[in-house]
C-alpha cells in the first residue's frame, strides 16, 4: 500500500505551520462557468445504475410553414407534433484512500492526515477536470468520425484568428452562443504574439481576465487532442451538465493497527458519484456500473454520439499546432 514515508516529509517543528505546495496543475476551464449544476442528473446520479435515459423536447420544426389562414370552416389546417428524444448520461463511481503511517508522523511532529484532509478538495477538482478534457476530446473525435467533423476547423500548424472565426461558425446563426474559449499555453502564446488577446485589467492596471473578442480566454495544458496536436475549444453557456449522487460513506477513516509493521498506520478514504455530461452528446461506452469509464475512455470517440441539430450544441473546436507526445 502507498503511504506517506519518512522521505516523503519534511522534518521540522513548524511543519504544521506551512502552507501546503500546490501542484503546477492548472483547473481554469473547469472553473470558468461552462458546468452547470443539474437537480435532474443530482436524481440521476443518485438512482444507482451505471447509465440512465435522459428524455428532451426537441424544438419545432421551423421549416414547416405556418398555415395560411382562410374563411372556409372545414379547410382544417395541418397539425405539427412535439417529439422526445433521449440521451444517455453516465454515472460514475469514484474513490481514493491515502494513508499515513503513525511513526511518519510522529517523526514529522506535524500532522500528514490534515494536510491530506486540506487537499483532497484540489484533487477531486484534478480529477473532474480530466473528465471534463476527455470528454471535451472525446466528443470532439466522435465529431469527426461521425458527423464529418462539422463542428471543427484545422488551422494548420499555427492558430489563427480565420480558424477562431471558421470554427465559432460551424453553428451557422447561432455562433454567438459561445461564451468561453479554453486554449493550451503555447495556443495562447500563439495568439499573443497575433495580437488575438485583449486584457481585462482593474483599477490599479493588473490584468485580471484574458479576452477574445469579449470572450473569456482560459489556459489549460490538458487541451491537447492527440500526439502532435493542440486542442482549442469553444464552449456555450450550459456545454457540461453536472450531478452529484450520495456515496453511503463519502469519507471514512480506516485504522490499521499492524501497519507500519506494527507502529500502526490510517488511511483516509473519501468516495464521489457525479456525472459530467456534455450537452448534445450520448453515452455509447459501457453501462457496467461496477466499472466507471477512466477519463482516457470519456476522450475515445467511439464512446460518444451526437443526439442533437449542429446548432443546438455548445461546443466548437480548433486543432492546430505540433504538440509534444
Do not use: C
Amino acid at each position: 500500500m502507498a503511504s506517506t514515508q519518512l522521505s516523503d516529509i519534511f522534518v521540522s517543528d513548524y511543519y504544521g505551520t506551512l502552507e501546503p505546495v500546490n501542484s503546477p496543475e492548472k483547473t481554469a476551464v473547469f472553473e470558468s462557468g461552462i458546468i452547470t449544476r443539474s437537480a435532474t442528473l443530482d436524481d440521476i446520479a443518485k438512482n444507482g445504475q451505471g447509465t440512465s435515459e435522459i428524455s428532451y423536447w426537441q424544438d419545432l420544426d421551423a421549416e414547416e410553414a405556418p398555415n395560411i389562414s382562410n374563411d372556409d370552416p372545414d379547410d382544417q389546417g395541418e397539425l405539427g407534433k412535439a417529439e422526445q428524444g433521449s440521451m444517455r448520461a453516465r454515472t460514475l463511481y469514484l474513490n481514493k484512500g491515502y494513508g499515513v503511517s503513525d511513526l511518519a508522523a510522529e517523526l514529522a511532529n506535524s500532522e500528514p492526515m490534515q494536510h491530506i484532509r486540506n487537499r483532497f478538495g484540489t484533487y477531486w477538482t484534478r480529477q473532474w477536470q480530466r473528465y471534463l478534457m476527455g470528454a471535451g476530446r472525446g466528443i470532439i473525435a466522435a465529431n469527426i468520425a461521425q458527423n464529418g467533423g462539422d463542428m471543427v476547423k484545422d488551422s494548420g500548424a499555427s492558430i489563427s484568428a480565420n480558424a477562431f472565426q471558421d470554427a465559432a461558425f460551424t453553428a451557422g446563426d447561432a455562433a454567438d452562443m459561445f461564451a468561453a474559449i479554453g486554449v493550451h499555453s503555447v495556443v495562447m502564446n500563439q495568439m499573443v504574439k497575433q495580437d488575438m488577446i485583449e486584457y481585462l485589467r482593474d483599477s490599479q492596471g493588473k490584468i485580471i481576465l484574458a479576452t477574445y473578442l469579449g470572450k473569456p480566454v482560459f489556459m489549460d495544458d490538458a487541451l491537447t487532442y492527440a500526439p502532435g496536436q493542440y486542442l482549442s475549444l469553444f464552449f456555450g453557456q450550459g456545454a457540461f451538465g453536472y450531478g452529484e449522487g450520495d456515496p453511503t460513506k463519502p469519507v471514512e477513516l480506516e485504522r490499521k493497527p499492524g501497519g507500519g509493521n506494527g507502529g500502526g498506520a490510517e488511511v483516509l478514504w473519501e468516495r464521489k458519484t457525479f456525472i459530467l455530461q456534455p450537452a448534445g452528446f450520448s453515452w455509447q461506452g459501457s453501462e457496467n456500473r461496477n466499472l466507471s469509464p477512466t477519463a482516457v475512455q470519456y476522450a475515445a470517440a467511439a464512446n460518444w454520439k451526437r443526439v442533437f441539430d449542429r446548432k443546438q450544441v455548445p461546443f466548437a473546436a480548433v486543432i492546430s499546432g505540433t504538440a509534444t507526445p
